[in-house]
């Protein structure tokens, strides 16, 4: 048995669902199935991002290779949480629709852990592969089940018989009035009361070529003068197809459905002998043989022939004109599903990208404009998106016009229009007859757009709308309300992650400035230079922190600071718990040293508050000192103690570098710890750098900074340059070091004595 696999885990992050194509399209690859990865690669977006949304788990995607099947499963870890069933509870869900179409089969398994749903694709070129199944705007041939479909399980196709006719075709006729016999099987039913749109028969090479190649070969059959495929439109109208002879250049005049013969309505070809026929009198013939052409019960045009001369077409030649148009109405329809296929595909790849530009972003502001930037004009001529808060009412946030010259005049109509409707579920909106009449005639007829609203709802609640227009005359096709749904409901995942995002930085960013020192005091006889640069996107609270700050004197007393003390120190880990403990560590080092405590009696004290938090405490790294001016000498002399840190680097002033602390236990582990200090007496023009792991483990590729004498190597290079020359230069070498951004924060203080 041929048996391959290849499996990978993703977080539960809206990155991931890119990450997770990536990885199906290159193992495809590699076993050289390039022709269904792109709907491979499709499929597993939409059930990534289900993960994503609904189970929020991190998921699995795997890739199993049996047989003549490819076989896809994306494996999240939320069993009890349920999946949106298309046609049953679809109205929030996303995605399984998209892999009824696409697959050959699927389903969902679950265990007491996991739930995952897999689809089947035939392998390319296998025997029996199936055919993609229902495309846009048509219903899914079977809904799928909870249950697992069981291996090779057969998807329902469409075929349509061709029924087998003679040359005199008494089989495949059996009608009323002149060369009108109907077709077997659908006599009565009345193709011609719904009519389909040929407009897309028209973007079709394909059907194209096979109009043309038809109205030749009516030409050559019957002998007539001029021949030519009528299609219908949504309206009813009926627009020329292919032409040839002297129907090329026949005006088709008001010719609608409605205007056809009971014959045509039948779904039976017919004979007219005279003008007086309304398909005759449309194309100024004075004779004509015509014959339908439909589709699944829908009439999708006529294939006609016509003569300048009465009675040109015998009731024979009606029958061979049905037989032709039986043919073609096959290869038609072939075009038309190939069509529809090809615009869903496109669309459906649209949906996608557009998910990875809204998952790209987590601005709320820039999220609304890229909606409104996907919508126009792709689905619309306009868009305004809608904010909604707690406390007010809906806001117009942003507008968005295809002609950027009546982008200005579009916001003042929605600012004087009705509010934003309140609606829960996708619908037509005339709040533009609410502006005031002046300023609805100044927009040049864009009050009379049509206008649909869709609620951006989010974790069960809206939390605003999108509206979009298009002039009064280009009426909304289905395919782009469905696609604009769609794309609503990923948006307003994305709007309001954004929001999340927004208002978790904002109370991350209080939180961490207040963990760190309001200002740096002046110190006679030194230069201070400090960087901090917490990692990520500010999201989190790091656990670096640094302070400087006055001793030795009583606050409010009149005698200047002789003392002055400084720290850095790194808390394991990031988020609330390593803040908890960063702003126990800094406040009790200002209080401890206050109160004229030694810099290893506040290390020792430190360490037993860590250890009383018990659980909540995390291992801390610190180096804490004590600065005095030396005097007559110049300078400043400082004891200091590292608790675990990567120690202190001291640069001569020829050049040299050298540690300048011995390595002691870090804060947390071990009670009963007794530490000692280490003395520096540090000259004119001599530097003291104290850094953070982020800088000595700064990576790039398999090599750190600290590596060797890389940090000291550094410092070398910084002979003669000022505290804030050696920080710049310092920080500057730890962001260029890798390619990528840090993912650690770094934090550096630099003591130079002047």
Not at 186 to 207: I, M, N
Not at 586 to 600: C, G, N, T, W, Y
Request: aromatic share 4%; hydrophobic share 40%.
């Amino acid at each position: 048995m041929d048996r391959q696999t290849a499996s990978a885990t993703f977080p539960s992050a809206a990155p991931a669902v890119a990450d997770a194509r990536r990885f199906v399209r290159k193992v495809l690859a590699d076993w050289g199935m390039d022709e269904v990865a792109d709907d491979a690669v499709l499929a597993t977006s939409e059930l990534a991002t289900n993960a994503i949304a609904y189970a929020g788990t991190s998921f699995e995607v795997s890739c199993r290779l049996e047989d003549g099947d490819i076989k896809v499963e994306v494996r999240d870890r939320h069993p009890t949480r349920g999946i949106d069933m298309p046609g049953v509870t679809a109205s929030s869900g996303r995605g399984l629709p998209s892999i009824s179409r696409l697959a050959a089969s699927w389903g969902v398994s679950y265990d007491r852990r996991t739930k995952g749903v897999w689809f089947r694709l035939p392998r390319p070129g296998a025997s029996g592969a199936a055919v993609p199944g229902s495309l846009a705007g048509e219903p899914a041939e079977a809904g799928p089940s909870a249950e697992p479909a069981g291996d090779g399980a057969p998807r329902r196709e469409r075929t349509r018989e061709r029924a087998a006719r003679d040359g005199s075709g008494e089989s495949a006729r059996d009608g009323s009035g002149p060369g009108g016999q109907a077709r077997e099987g659908r006599l009565g039913e009345g193709v011609g009361e719904v009519p389909a749109a040929g407009d897309r028969l028209l973007r079709s090479p394909t059907a194209v070529e096979s109009m043309e190649d038809g109205v030749a070969g009516v030409r050559d059959v019957l002998g007539a003068e001029g021949a030519a495929v009528l299609l219908t439109e949504r309206d009813g109208r009926l627009i020329m197809g292919a032409s040839a002879g002297t129907a090329a250049e026949m005006p088709l005049g008001e010719l609608s459905v409605a205007g056809l013969g009971p014959a045509a309505r039948a779904g039976s070809a017919w004979v007219a002998s005279d003008a007086s026929d309304p398909t005759a009198a449309a194309l100024q013939a004075r004779s004509l043989a015509a014959a339908p052409l439909e589709s699944q019960g829908r009439l999708t045009g006529l294939l006609v022939a016509v003569s300048s001369v009465s009675g040109r077409f015998a009731e024979a030649d009606g029958a061979r004109l049905g037989r032709l148009a039986d043919e073609m109405s096959l290869s038609l329809e072939k075009a038309r599903v190939g069509e529809l296929e090809r615009s869903w595909r496109g669309w459906l790849s649209f949906v996608a990208e557009a998910s990875d530009l809204l998952a790209g972003t987590l601005d709320q502001e820039r999220t609304m404009a890229l909606v409104a930037q996907l919508v126009v004009p792709r689905l619309a001529t306009w868009c305004a998106v809608y904010n909604v808060t707690e406390s007010e009412p809906d806001r117009l946030a942003y507008v968005w016009h295809a002609d950027e010259n009546r982008a200005d005049g579009l916001r003042e109509l929605l600012e004087h229009a009705g509010a934003a409707p309140p609606m829960d579920v996708p619908g037509p909106w005339n709040g533009l007859a609410a502006a005031p009449a002046e300023l609805r005639a100044a927009t040049g007829g864009t009050a009379a757009d049509q206008v649909y609203a869709f609620p951006l709802i989010a974790r069960g609640r809206r939390i605003g709308t999108i509206v979009i227009g298009r002039p009064s005359g280009d009426r909304f096709p289905r395919s782009a309300i469905e696609l604009a749904e769609e794309l609503s409901r990923r948006a307003a995942l994305a709007v309001d992650n954004a929001r999340l995002f927004s208002a978790q930085t904002a109370m991350s960013s209080a939180l961490q400035r207040s963990l760190l020192p309001p200002g740096i005091p002046e110190i006679p006889g030194l230069e201070v230079a400090v960087v901090y640069e917490p990692a990520g996107e500010g999201s989190e609270v790091g656990g670096d922190f640094y302070d400087v700050f006055e001793s030795g004197r009583r606050p409010g007393g009149p005698a200047a600071a002789s003392h002055w003390r400084f720290a850095i120190g790194d808390v394991c880990g990031t988020g609330p718990e390593a803040a908890a403990v960063t702003g126990l560590a800094r406040h009790a080092l200002r209080i401890l040293a206050a109160e004229d405590m030694s810099v290893p009696g506040v290390l020792g004290r430190l360490n037993r508050l860590i250890l009383g938090e018990g659980e909540r405490g995390r291992l801390l790294t610190l180096l804490h000192g004590e600065i005095a001016a030396r005097r007559g000498a110049g300078g400043v002399t400082i004891r200091l103690t590292s608790a675990g840190h990567p120690p202190p680097l001291v640069l001569a002033t020829d050049g040299t570098v050298r540690e300048a602390a011995s390595p002691q236990p870090l804060l947390g582990v071990f009670d009963g710890v007794e530490f000692h200090t280490d003395t520096i007496d540090l000259r004119r023009g001599e530097v003291l750098l104290c850094v953070t792991d982020g800088v000595t483990e700064r990576r790039s590729g398999n090599r750190l900074l600290g590596d060797g004498e890389g940090l000291e190597n550094l410092l070398a290079d910084c002979t003669g340059l000022s505290a804030g020359a050696v920080a710049a230069r310092i920080q500057r070498a730890v962001r260029d070091f890798g390619p990528e951004p840090s993912n650690d924060d770094v934090a550096l203080i630099v003591l130079r004595a002047s």
